[in-house]
T-cell receptor
Framework: GENVEQHPSTLSVQEGDSAVIKCTYS??????FPWYKQELGKRPQLIID?????GEKKDQRIAVTLNKTAKHFSLHITETQPEDSAVYFC?????????FGAGTTVTVRA | NAGVTQTPKFRVLKTGQSMTLLCAQD?????MYWYRQDPGMGLRLIHY???????AKGEVPDGYNVSRLKKQNFLLGLESAAPSQTSVYFC???????????FGPGTRLLVL
C-alpha cells in the first residue's frame, strides 16, 4: 500500500516567518494530495489540496507544491500567525483511500 | 446541514466489553471511512465503504467490524474491546472517493 512520510515532526517559527512541511509518497498511482489542519481536541479540517496534474496551488498565505517525478509535495505557510499553531497532516489518495503522514506540530511564537 | 456526526463523543469500556460507534452524514456521500488516531501515528484507516451495503478492510481492520445498511450511516463495532483499542476514532465521508474527505468530530474511547 501507499506509504507517506512527513517531516519535520515539530516546527517552531517566529510570528511572521514562513513554515514549510514536506511529505514523500511511495505509490506513483496516487493522484490527490490534501493537507489537513487539526487543532487540539478538534477534527482534521482540509486547508488546501492539489491534484497530480497540477504543480502548484495557492490560497492566500498557504501554498502547496507537487513534484510527481520525485514523489514529494510540500506545504508552505507565509506570514505565520498565532492561529496557525496546530498539527498539520499531509495525505495521498490511492484507490479511494487516503494514507496520512504522521503529522507536524507547528508552534508560532509571538 | 450537520455534515458528519458521531455518537458517542466519549466512552469508557472494560476489557472484553462490546460497543458500536455510529457515524451519520447528511451530504448524500457515497464513500465513508473509519480511522483511528493515536499519538505520533497520524490517522490510520480501519474500514471503509464505497456505497450502501458495501464494506472493505483498511490498514488496521483487526478487532473491528463495520456495517453500512443505510447510505447515510456507517457503524463501527468492537466485539471484545482491548486496551490497544484505546484511541480517538474519526469517521469521514466523501462524495466520489476521489475528492475531499470531511471528518466527524471524533469519539474518544478508553479501554481499561
Amino acid at each position: 500500500g501507499e506509504n507517506v512520510e512527513q517531516h519535520p515532526s515539530t516546527l517552531s517559527v517566529q510570528e511572521g516567518d514562513s513554515a514549510v512541511i514536506k511529505c514523500t509518497y511511495s505509490d506513483s498511482a496516487s493522484n490527490y494530495f490534501p493537507w489537513y489542519k487539526q487543532e487540539l481536541g478538534k477534527r482534521p479540517q482540509l486547508i488546501i489540496d492539489i491534484r497530480s496534474n497540477v504543480g502548484e496551488k495557492k490560497d492566500q498565505r498557504i501554498a502547496v507544491t507537487l513534484n510527481k517525478t520525485a514523489k514529494h509535495f510540500s506545504l508552505h505557510i507565509t506570514e505565520t500567525q498565532p492561529e496557525d499553531s496546530a498539527v498539520y497532516f499531509c495525505a495521498a489518495l490511492n484507490d479511494y483511500k487516503l494514507s496520512f503522514g504522521a503529522g507536524t506540530t507547528v508552534t508560532v511564537r509571538a | 446541514n450537520a455534515g458528519v456526526t458521531q455518537t458517542p463523543k466519549f466512552r469508557v469500556l472494560k476489557t472484553g466489553q462490546s460497543m458500536t460507534l455510529l457515524c451519520a452524514q447528511d451530504m448524500n456521500h457515497e464513500y465513508m471511512y473509519w480511522y483511528r488516531q493515536d499519538p505520533g501515528m497520524g490517522l490510520r484507516l480501519i474500514h471503509y465503504s464505497v456505497g450502501e451495503g458495501t464494506t472493505a478492510k483498511g490498514e488496521v481492520p483487526d478487532g473491528y467490524n463495520v456495517s453500512r445498511l443505510k447510505k447515510q450511516n456507517f457503524l463501527l463495532g468492537l466485539e471484545s474491546a482491548a486496551p490497544s483499542q484505546t484511541s480517538v476514532y474519526f469517521c469521514a465521508s466523501s462524495n466520489t472517493g476521489a475528492e475531499t474527505q470531511y471528518f466527524g468530530p471524533g469519539t474518544r474511547l478508553l479501554v481499561l
